[in-house]
Structures are given as structure tokens and as C-alpha cells.
């Protein structure tokens, strides 16, 4: 290994947090008095420093540095020689897919490019620092016109920003948005694998399976931003899709995961691409023989009364919203709509709401990711009643007392995984609801 290749080894092990500066000079100079007989990555893994799970990410995440450094436009003259017209710009033919497939295999969430600055990745819910060059806007404006097609460049030109998906064969999806801000273009991707995922790979309890058993009714998954939400859904659907024989339609933006047909038949449709929103989207399905309906944000109280009122007529209804619990949950959708109809809609909800589900994502007390705490309210006659008669704060107590039916609290279940050494008491604390 180069020196300058040692270097850029260490910085990464270090912005990793696998090693500390006083350790990586220690290998070092282990690594020199042994005459470089050894490789710095096997000395740590004997050292007992790094895993060798941990160097591979180690030098993956290096490659790509590389690569992206590599893939850096070479300056431009300041000008042309008279005697010849200037060349255009050369492409970096793909480089973005080749930086994204790294991110991928070192199991990134999301990939930040910002003008004038390194490439940065998110893992775990932590940004990492930026390590190598800084992205020069010619170098990312390169890559957004092989990403975007006339239609998205207009919206970016116009707007400003744009929102859209880019799939890579063998690798994954990306749910990307584009967008300017003073030192030029920014570019930001979240990762999402090419196949839908399991239940048990998320770490979510099985018995949340049986929620998507009713022939009808809401099911609502919630939480903060970033919290797999639509991860969550997804690995829903695709289990309707396993088991059932039915009509599902989705309504996206953009969309994530892609659910090929199995025993169901699966149509998505993407809101801006397909149609020019999510109530449009629900108005004509109803039209179109579903028998589940997957809505990806409900976002506003045209698309909240239509799922209601789809929930009601037949169909299985699953949507997201950005809440952090059952019962904020509840207001949310009430409020929704304006005081005149607030009753109704509490009438509708008692009727035809099946089971919330608000999660967390928290970090693990072994550094192996993050773990899904899940508070879990299922829709009895007494939480029915409940709704109904507008009683929200006594929901809490029938949760405490309704683990039989498979419900819990998010208090609980940050107390059990903190009680069986999954969490960390801080991080139990910091993900404790307000």
C-alpha cells in the first residue's frame, strides 16, 4: 500500500470511528518496524482493532474515493488556443453509477454530493465527514443530466428543485432530489435494495402480519422523518402479494420499491409521473377494482377523506404519515379536515381504522445498525368507543393493558430492547417520546 493509498486508508478507518489516531500510529509504526512484512489490515484485524467485516467496509469505502477522485474533470485552460476551437466537456460516462454502487455495498442510506464539497454518506443515521476532493458543480451538474429526462430538468430549471427515482440494475433504487443553493447544484440519494424486504430482516415483530389479514379497513404506519416508514410498507405489501390473491395499487412519489406481480396483481403509480396527485390517484382507483390501496404520504385532507372513505367501501387502505405516536396519530387525521366535518371523520375512524403503528429507528448498543422500536395501538371496541366519543388520553392506559391483543407503548418497547442490551440507556432516553 502507497503511502498517499495509507493515508486515505487511515482517514477512513478513523471517519468510520473502527480506529482512533493514536491506534492507526501505533500500526503504523508496528507495521514499519516489521519491515511492511505484514499489511496494515491484516495487523489490525491481529491487533484485535477491526473486524474483518469492519476492513472490508474500510476499503470499499477507500475504493470509492478513489473512484470519485478519479472521476473529477480535469481544469479547464483558462483558454483555448487560438488556433483550435475548444473541446467539449467530456462525460464521465456512468461514473454516478459506479460511486452508488459503492455506497451500496458499503450499506450507506443515503449519498450526499454538494457543490464544493466531498461526498458524503449516511450510515446508521450518522453523516459522516467528507474525506477526498470536493465536488466541483460542473462534476455534478454532469452527472444530474444523465440522472433527469427533459421533463425534470424543466421542473429543476423552473422550480429550482425536482424530486425523482433512478434505479440501477443488479444494485438497487434511489429516491433522489436535485436542487440549487448558493454554491451551485446539490444532489442527494437514498438507497433502496432492489428487492422488497421481509418483516424479519427489518427486525419488526412478526405478528404485525396479521394486520394486513382484514378485507378492509386503515392501517396507518407512522414517525418522524427517516424512521422506515416506507420501508415498513413495503415489506407489507409484499407480503399481501405472497399471500393473497388480489388487485393492489399504489400511489408514490416517486416510487421506491418496485413489487412485481406474484399472486397478486400489483399496478404502482407515481404522483407527477402517472398523475398530478395523491387524490387523484385514490379518485380513480376506486374505479379500477382494487382490493388494497398503498398511499405513500397522507398529505393532505382530500387524500385523508378519500382514504377514509375508501377504507369504509371495501378496500384495505395502508398509508404513512409523519407522527410520532398512536394518538397523535388520531388528531392528525381529524384535524385534518375542517371543524365541521371533525366529527364525522372521528365517526369514520372508530368504524374503519384497523391498527396503528408508530416506530423508531435507534441505534444499537454493538455499532450494528439500528434496531425498529415500534409503538403498536390495535383498533378494539374500547379504543373504538374511544375514538368515537373524542377520549384520546384514556388510549394510553388500554395500550399499557392490551398486550395480549399486541399492543405496546414505545415507553415499552425502548424498555425492553434497553433491558436486553440492544440499546443503550442514553439512546432508550433520547428516543423516549416528549
Not at 473512484?67 to 462525460?91: F, G, V
Not at 430538468?153 to 440501477?168: K, N, P, V
Not at 395523491?278 to 385523508?304: F, K, M, N
Amino acid at each position: 500500500m502507497s503511502l498517499s493509498n495509507q493515508q486515505l486508508f487511515g482517514r477512513v478507518a478513523i471517519e468510520l470511528g473502527y480506529l482512533n489516531r493514536d491506534q492507526l500510529s501505533y500500526a503504523i509504526k508496528h507495521q514499519e518496524q516489521s519491515g511492511h512484512h505484514v499489511r496494515l489490515g491484516e495487523l489490525l484485524i491481529e491487533l484485535g482493532w477491526v473486524t474483518p467485516e469492519q476492513l472490508d467496509q474500510i476499503v470499499t469505502r477507500q475504493r470509492l474515493l478513489e473512484q470519485q477522485e478519479a472521476a473529477q474533470p480535469p481544469p479547464k485552460p483558462a483558454s483555448p488556443p487560438p488556433s483550435a476551437p475548444s473541446a467539449p466537456a467530456a462525460r464521465a460516462d456512468n461514473a454516478i453509477d459506479g460511486l452508488l454502487r459503492q455506497a451500496q455495498m458499503m450499506g450507506a442510506s443515503d449519498v450526499h454530493l454538494h457543490s464544493g464539497e466531498p461526498v458524503r454518506l449516511r450510515f446508521f443515521g450518522e453523516l459522516s465527514e467528507g474525506s477526498g476532493p470536493a465536488l466541483a458543480e460542473a462534476q455534478i451538474k454532469d452527472w444530474v443530466d444523465q440522472l433527469i429526462d427533459e421533463g425534470q430538468l424543466r421542473e429543476l430549471t423552473e422550480t429550482g428543485q425536482c424530486d425523482f427515482s433512478y434505479a440501477i440494475a443488479g444494485c438497487g433504487r434511489f429516491r433522489a432530489n436535485v436542487y440549487r443553493q448558493r454554491r451551485g447544484l446539490d444532489l442527494v440519494l437514498r438507497i433502496f435494495p432492489e428487492n422488497p424486504p421481509q418483516l424479519s430482516e427489518l427486525g419488526l415483530p412478526q405478528e404485525l402480519a396479521r394486520h394486513v389479514n382484514h378485507p378492509q379497513g386503515l392501517v396507518l404506519i407512522t414517525g418522524p422523518m427517516g424512521c422506515g416508514k416506507s420501508t415498513t410498507l413495503a415489506a407489507l405489501l409484499n407480503l399481501i402479494n405472497e399471500e393473497r390473491s388480489d388487485h393492489i395499487i399504489t400511489a408514490e412519489d416517486p416510487i421506491e420499491y418496485v413489487h412485481t406481480s406474484q399472486r397478486c396483481l400489483v399496478n404502482q403509480r407515481q404522483v407527477g409521473r402517472d398523475s398530478d396527485s395523491y387524490s387523484q390517484v385514490l379518485r380513480a382507483a376506486l374505479r379500477e377494482d382494487p382490493d388494497v390501496i398503498a398511499i405513500g404520504d397522507l398529505r393532505d385532507s382530500e387524500t385523508v377523506s378519500l382514504a377514509l372513505s375508501a377504507a369504509e367501501t371495501g378496500h384495505l387502505v395502508l398509508g404513512t404519515l409523519h407522527t410520532s405516536s398512536a394518538v397523535r396519530t388520531i388528531n392528525r387525521v381529524v384535524g385534518s379536515v375542517p371543524p365541521a366535518r371533525q366529527e364525522q371523520v372521528r365517526a369514520m375512524l372508530s368504524e374503519s381504522l384497523r391498527v396503528v403503528i408508530s416506530q423508531r429507528l435507534v441505534r444499537r448498543a454493538d455499532g450494528g445498525g439500528r434496531v425498529p422500536a415500534c409503538e403498536i395501538m390495535v383498533v378494539n371496541r374500547a379504543v373504538s368507543n374511544l375514538i368515537k366519543e373524542n377520549k384520546l388520553h384514556q388510549i394510553p392506559t388500554l395500550m399499557q393493558t392490551g398486550s395480549s391483543e399486541g399492543m405496546c407503548l414505545l415507553s415499552s418497547a425502548l424498555e425492553q430492547l434497553k433491558r436486553t442490551g440492544v440499546i443503550s440507556p442514553e439512546d432508550a432516553a433520547a428516543a423516549m417520546p416528549v
